[in-house]
């Protein structure tokens, strides 16, 4: 009875799988590290540096405080700011005295007459309304605090976008993460697959079609690692260059803080938003001209103190100016302060309200991004985990073919994504929240500095 053997490279490539096929590894197994996005960028030994440099690794309250400390449009509103203080003196100022000197001849014309030189002073002073005055310096402290409030608006939408491309560089980052673990895991199949067909146990479009996924799976590892790089130059352009020159940034996705509740955040919005109270300066400041318009129809008193001298006399005389509101009653620009005024109250008044609909629209935001988040996490990622374990098993007994383990893996790597999506989307739902409610309006506590 003659036994049938099996030729010694197809019987060790048996072994191999066999003894291979009892540490198959899983996405579970494998460590869920995140990869640098630099490391997809340097391929090839010839672009690495002999002497690395070293990565700086920030903070968020770091990179905010570079960023608050640095942005040109920040350090713009700041300056604005100097400028309106300005304005107050100018409205203060008072009106200066008025000097006025002639000097002539007489000719004698008539039998009598003392011919000579003739000269003559005079002294005026503007005697302001008081009103008129005071609205004036009013619309300029108006002024004033409305470029407060604007470095307040410009320093929460800094923060706010700068909080949010952070999460965006944290999206990425981990995304890269993913697909280099994902191309790992490929790159194992696709030898495992490889051995099969060398020893005849697959077909070779087994091959190819592992080649193909190894193929898509570095396209999409490149990508997000450059995006991710893409989000640092972004930050950096905001901080006008002043981050390190390689850096990365501490912390994840998770939610590490409790969030206020709606009420509260209504509340706080309604005090601390810092465009409600831009707008409110500004309906102070249209108030206070409307006022001075209203006072413009008198607009003073001039005194004047002169004295003539002439050949024979001394002449001096004492005199007061005042403008009579006949012709010219004020009532156009009366008219157009009473306009501003009521378009400006008006905007106050809507965008009060459309703040109020823009926090009950980031709260259910936020509270779909959260259900989405525990639905994959807890669900849909443990559920996808455990049918790429199944496949995997089935194909090592032949059961199914590599098609079933690569659908398995492509299903899971979809679960991963669509979980860093979603926990990214309840950062940007909660950093919405905030900004509406003008958490970040306020200046660092401590002074800001750049790190080298």
Request: charged share 25%; with cysteine; proline share 5%.
């Amino acid at each position: 009875m003659s036994k049938h053997t099996l030729p010694p490279a197809r019987a060790a490539g048996l072994a191999w799988l066999c003894l291979a096929g009892l540490s198959w590894p899983t996405h579970a197994q494998m460590p869920h590290t995140a990869v640098p996005p630099t490391a997809a960028l340097s391929a090839t030994p010839s672009e690495a540096a002999p002497v690395a440099e070293a990565v700086r690794v920030l903070s968020l309250d770091e990179l905010i405080t570079t960023v608050v400390a640095n942005n040109t449009e920040l350090l713009s509103a700041q300056q604005a700011r100097v400028s309106a203080t300005a304005g107050i003196q100018t409205a203060s100022a008072y009106a200066n005295p008025r000097l006025e000197w002639q000097s002539g001849r007489n000719q004698a014309r008539m039998p009598g007459a003392v011919p000579g030189a003739v000269q003559g002073w005079g002294v005026s002073q503007m005697i302001e309304n008081p009103s008129a005055r005071d609205a004036r310096r009013g619309a300029a402290e108006a002024a004033a605090r409305g470029t407060e409030h604007a470095i307040t608006l410009t320093r929460n939408a800094v923060v706010s976008e700068t909080r949010l491309r952070a999460s965006e560089y944290l999206l990425r980052r981990a995304e890269a993460g993913v697909t280099s673990e994902d191309l790992a895991l490929l790159e194992q199949v696709r030898e495992r697959v490889r051995l099969r067909v060398a020893s005849g146990e697959a077909p070779r479009y087994e091959v190819i079609k592992a080649d193909a996924e190894i193929v898509h799976a570095r396209e999409r590892q490149q990508t997000a690692a450059l995006q991710a790089e893409q989000v640092l130059l972004t930050l950096n352009r905001m901080a006008s260059g002043r981050l390190p020159s390689r850096w990365s940034l501490a912390g994840s996705l998770q939610e590490d803080s409790p969030l206020s509740t709606l009420a509260e955040l209504m509340a706080q919005a309604e005090t601390d938003n810092p465009e409600l109270r831009a707008l409110q300066a500004e309906v102070e400041r249209a108030e206070a001209q409307v006022r001075g318009a209203r006072a413009s129809r008198w607009p003073g008193v001039e005194l004047r103190v002169g004295q003539t001298r002439e050949p024979d006399l001394r002449q001096s005389s004492v005199g007061v100016s005042v403008q009579i509101p006949l012709l010219d009653r004020r009532d156009g620009a009366i008219g157009e302060a009473g306009s501003e005024l009521r378009r400006l109250q008006g905007r106050l008044d809507g965008r009060r309200a459309e703040l109020r609909q823009q926090l009950q629209h980031a709260w259910q935001a936020l509270a779909i991004a959260r259900l989405r988040v525990q639905a994959l996490s807890e669900g849909v990622v443990l559920d996808a985990e455990a049918a790429l374990k199944v496949a995997q098993a089935a194909y090592r007994f032949g059961e199914r073919g590599i098609l079933d383990v690569l659908d398995a893996q492509r299903v899971l790597r979809s679960a991963r994504l669509n979980l860093l999506e979603a926990r990214y989307q309840s950062q940007a739902a909660r950093i919405d929240l905030e900004t509406l409610a003008g958490r970040f309006a306020a200046s660092p506590s401590t002074s800001p500095a750049t790190p080298q």
